[in-house]
């Protein structure tokens, strides 16, 4: 009940704003009480009420409804609302992420969404929880050398290593290492056979 008076009290909010501008270019009492602009405040409070109740997708199509209507301050407010809608769609839930793999796995997809903040915060934090897990480190070589961290892509790669030397052979046909392919020291760590001349 209390989303449902949330609505009605911005309607009302609305609608007394609307009213206390008069002439100065804004709508009047006779406007607002055209039907098409009461159909659209209709539709927008219905579209509120799905937005309240979380339900983005049924909001976002009502919201788009809203935005062919004659009010242009509805059209503006739902235009504001609609991209609220499309932003939280488009972002991925975070489920209860627990273990050190369901952050890793959930670093690994921001990582290739180029969402890099939020990509190191769940690698760190399932580096946190598995301190020893190679793949935790080798992801975030490729993280670190993909936004030009050279240093500690290095330091994590070299970890990856460490704990399992098959990665080396993994970081060699890595397109993600593409830019340290230059750096002596990423030769001098794939490929510790070859002698470096001084």
Known sequence: ???????????????????RKGNHGRKTAE??????VQAQLKLFDEAVRYFQQQKLHKAQQVYEKVLTGPSK??????G??????????????????????DH??????????????????????????????DY??????????LIGETDSAMAHLKAAIELRP??????RNDEDFASLQEDPRFTEL???EREFSA
């Open 1 to 19: 009940m209390r989303s449902r008076a949330g609505a009605n009290s911005r309607s009302n909010a609305l609608k007394n704003k609307t009213l």
């Open 80 to 101: 504001v609302h609609l991209r609220i809608c499309q932003q939280r769609i488009a972002r991925p839930p975070v489920a209860n992420l627990r273990s050190a793999d």
């Open 166 to 171: 098959e990665n080396r052979y993994h970081a």
């Open 104 to 133: 890793y796995h959930h670093g690994v997809a921001m990582m290739n969404l180029g969402h890099w903040d939020e990509a190191r915060e769940h690698l760190e934090k399932a580096k946190k929880l598995a301190p020893k897990c």
């Open 31 to 36: 406007e607002l009480l055209d039907p098409a």
């Open 136 to 145: 935790i480190h080798y992801a975030l070589a490729a993280l670190d050398c």
């Open 190 to 192: 794939l490929y510790p």
């Open 73 to 78: 301050e509805l059209a503006d407010r739902a």
